[in-house]
């Protein structure tokens, strides 16, 4: 059963509509990512799922039920959030912030029980931080911040979690480890989860199914695997399309213009650095042959500008090496990447040994004073 949908969903502020025409489904144990380029509405649709900013159309549905019919308690009991917004509490530690996770289960008052204060520390030996009770707010690390709030929102204990792009500010360590977490707290406690993610990589990683929020509506929704292939990431963002890798989910910078320079031989994923290195460079480069199904593949076909591509699981042929003679040829010199060839890219030697002969084989080192950059 779907813990919560939207259909026909408008969202915006005032009278403006910044988003329309999304629906979507989440069932209990599912992460639901939300990516766009920034602007795009992807906190306002968040923030009207919460009820922070008031539904401009359609309805989001918790267990069948409106969120218009409900009261805040109710819905505060099933649904919790780790927004964006860095608060600063005055003289309130680490556990007095989790804790406030359980007051839509408390009396008028506010007092907690017994029970409320097991909750808390249940909440945060979960997501690792049941050291920083005692601690001040104020005097943790960002990452230790990301982790007390989520431990508050499990605190709520809610049907349904909702995170707004909860790794800003987070190093690669600490994404990881907030996502680890998050998943693990999804599988045992069979939460619905919403969030809006930047990171493509980590989005592709994480979710069970992916909304695409471009030109005012959700574009697409679909699985990591419908999203994350052919040319659309490129299109989403605007960017082109031989600058990303859909395979890997990561951007490369242009490449350099103007007649190739280098000639590399490589494969297997050695030349990745040198490609990288010759593109921060500035230097044109040609490079082969490399095989459809190689690691290098993706980068050469960003980088290069010219490849000597060959089929894959096929031998590297003759027509591939003398199209990659002629190239070579009219470059200032050769870098080969690779200590050995296998069966398969066998043709490779004769590259390294023409390289050999007419003396334009270099080290990568060399690159500058060879070229005189």
């Not at 003289?91 to 204060?117: A, F, H, Q, W």
């Not at 930047?198 to 679909?222: F, P, T, Y």
Request: with cysteine.
């Amino acid at each position: 059963m779907n813990v919560i949908c939207a259909e026909n969903l408008s969202v915006g502020y005032g009278k403006k509509i910044i988003v329309g025409d999304i629906d979507f489904k989440v069932r209990h144990g599912e992460i639901l990512t939300i990516i766009g380029a920034n602007g795009s509405g992807k906190s306002t649709i968040l923030k009207s799922i919460l009820q922070q900013l008031e539904i401009m159309g359609g309805a989001v549905f918790i267990n069948g039920k409106n969120i218009r019919e409900m009261s805040g308690n109710e819905v505060s009991r099933s649904m919790s959030a780790v927004m964006t917004e860095r608060i600063e509490p005055e003289l309130m530690t680490c556990g007095d912030v989790v804790e406030s996770g359980r007051y839509p289960y408390t009396n008028r008052l506010g007092i907690l029980s017994k029970n409320d204060s097991k909750k808390t520390d249940e909440a945060m030996k979960l997501v690792g931080v049941e050291s920083l009770k005692y601690t001040d707010f104020n005097c943790i690390s960002d990452g230790q911040r990301q982790r007390v709030m989520l431990a508050r929102a499990i605190c709520q204990e809610p049907e349904i979690l909702v995170l707004d792009e909860p790794t800003s500010f987070l190093d690669i360590h600490h994404k990881l480890e907030l996502l680890n977490i998050l998943k693990k707290l999804v599988k045992e406690k069979n939460l619905a989860v919403i969030m809006s993610l930047h990171e493509l990589d980590l989005a592709q990683k994480v979710s069970d199914r992916i909304i695409c929020i471009n030109n005012g509506m959700a574009e697409k929704n679909g699985t990591p695997e419908e999203i994350f292939s052919g040319d659309y990431i490129s299109r989403l963002y605007n960017m082109n399309n031989k600058n990303f890798n859909h395979y890997y989910c990561s951007a490369e910078l242009e490449r350099p213009q103007g007649k190739p320079q280098i000639f590399v031989i490589s494969g297997g994923g050695d030349g990745i650095s040198v490609y990288r290195r010759l593109q921060r460079m500035g230097i044109p480069f040609s490079a082969g042959v490399v095989h459809e199904n190689d690691i290098e593949y993706p980068v050469i076909m960003s980088l290069a500008v010219e490849t000597v591509i060959e089929k894959a699981f096929e031998p590297v042929s003759d027509l591939s090496v003398k199209k990659a003679l002629e190239i070579m040829k009219k470059c200032s010199a050769v870098i080969n990447t690779c200590n050995k060839w296998g069966t398969m890219n066998k043709g490779n030697d004769v590259l390294l040994e023409t390289a050999e002969k007419f003396g334009l084989l270099i080290q990568t080192d060399d690159i500058l004073k060879k070229l005189r950059l």
